[in-house]
């Protein structure tokens, strides 16, 4: 069975850093790209960020560009992110789901993040 | 990367038909076949029902179908049935290499 964890969220100041983890089960980790999604307190889905099995494509959203790192440890079953420069509106649940081409079949339960003064 | 257009709510009764429309531009939906949607129910991470336009991932009843013309996509979901409640989200690869999601759509059963 599939299994994706998300841990790492929490209470953060603005400006402040906070980084995620996704344990991934149940598959081939290293064989699938990865991707984080996030979603505000009662507003939609946003894509945050891909990364392709081998960690040799990278992309992110334009409102995270420059603040949030992508990664993954194959050995660990592991995906991360990595997140400075923390923003009240980067305030939101945030998924990890592993990507197929570009669609998403599986996702975390998401852990929340909340940027707060 | 502006959000995909959705509807902010459908509504029907059960046994009936709606459509979700999903619209955007040459540079995302009507650019690829990567349009996929998701159901998402309160408290609960969203599942994907369609991807790549048409297609539906094992599990997922045949009442729901995708389709796009041009820079709009759409979700039919025929046979209404209570558990069917929830919102809807549609998505797109763009040409920038990344997703755009719709705004979601919030779908009552009556």
């Known amino acids: 069975e599939v299994q994706l964890v998300e841990s790492g969220g929490g209470l953060v100041q603005p400006g402040g850093s906070l980084r995620l983890s996704c344990a991934a089960s149940?598959?081939?980790?290293?064989?699938?790209?990865m991707n984080w999604v996030r979603q505000a307190p009662g507003k939609g889905l946003e894509w945050v960020s891909y990364i392709s099995s081998s960690s040799s494509t990278i992309y992110y959203a334009d409102s995270v560009k420059g603040r949030f790192t992508i990664s993954r440890d194959n050995a660990k079953n592991s995906l991360y992110l990595q997140m400075n420069s923390l923003r009240d509106e980067d305030t939101a649940v945030y998924y990890c789901?592993?990507?197929?081409?570009?669609?998403?079949?599986?996702w975390g339960q998401g852990t929340l993040v909340t940027v707060s003064s | 990367q502006s959000a995909l257009t959705q509807p902010a709510s459908v509504s029907g009764s059960p046994g009936q038909s709606i459509t979700i429309s999903c619209t955007g531009t040459s540079s995302d939906v009507g650019g690829y076949n990567y349009v996929s949607w998701y159901q998402q129910h309160p408290g609960k991470a969203p599942k994907l029902m369609i991807y790549e336009v048409s297609n539906r991932p094992s599990g997922v009843p045949d009442r729901f179908s995708g389709s796009k013309s041009g820079n709009t996509a759409s979700l039919t979901i025929s046979g209404l049935q209570a558990e069917d409640e929830a919102d809807y989200y549609c998505s797109s690869y763009t040409s920038s290499s990344t997703v755009v999601f719709g705004g979601g759509t919030k779908l009552t059963v009556l």
């Open positions: 789901a592993r990507g197929q081409l570009w669609f998403f079949v599986y």
């Open positions: 149940g598959f081939t980790f290293s064989s699938y790209s």
